[in-house]
């Protein structure tokens, strides 16, 4: 049992390592421009080692995303009873606290050298998420639901910019300021 926990300690540690030059090598360059050899030189690892988590650097990024949407879905579902849908600032200041946990990772895939598909697919969750789960959600139909679609991607892809630019000042501002800011500025204009 206890080989087991070091084993694992030691794994979550080698892939914190990795991801950390992920994390850095993605401020420089487009993740097409990686390589497995520069990205474990980096981390100063063995290629052996990382091809036993990974396939390759495209790989590596998608579990890296996957397990951010696994974390914001956690987040999501504790937020799923009737009277935390009436709410957007606790769910909103849970969100800000794990982008400030996760700040560095999040910097790189809201970049320019970061992935779009990322932002595409949190725009997707997300849209789906507030269709299912908010009261609002059961009022869209087909007359209003372009109104609804338009209010509801300048409302997403407003907050991917203000967390851009929170996480490009180091997360200067508390989460729970952003979370005020940002539900404030979702009940002014949206949704």
């Known amino acids: 049992m206890e080989e087991q926990k070091k084993e694992d300690r030691r794994v979550r540690r080698t892939k914190k390592m990795l991801t950390q030059a992920l994390t850095q090598l993605m401020q420089e360059k487009q993740i097409k421009e990686i390589t497995v050899k520069e990205l474990t030189d980096l981390a100063d690892m063995n290629r052996g080692t990382f091809y036993l988590y990974y396939r390759d650097v495209y790989d590596m990024l998608e579990k890296l995303e996957d397990s951010m949407f696994e974390a914001l879905d956690s987040i999501a579902a504790l937020h799923e009873t009737d009277a935390a849908r009436q709410e957007t600032k606790p769910i909103l200041l849970d969100v800000f606290r794990f982008i400030e946990e996760n700040q560095e990772i999040v910097r790189v895939l809201l970049s320019p050298y970061g992935d779009m598909k990322f932002l595409h697919r949190l725009y997707d969750v997300i849209r789906e998420k507030c269709l299912t789960g908010f009261p609002y959600a059961a ?28 996480v490009n000042r180091n997360c200067a501002e508390p989460a729970v300021q952003m979370a005020e800011l940002a539900d404030a500025l979702i009940r002014r204009g949206s949704l």
């Open 139 to 166: 009022a869209v139909d087909k007359k209003n639901e372009a109104d609804f679609d338009y209010r509801f991607s300048f409302v997403i892809y407003g907050a991917a910019g203000l967390i851009r630019a929170w």
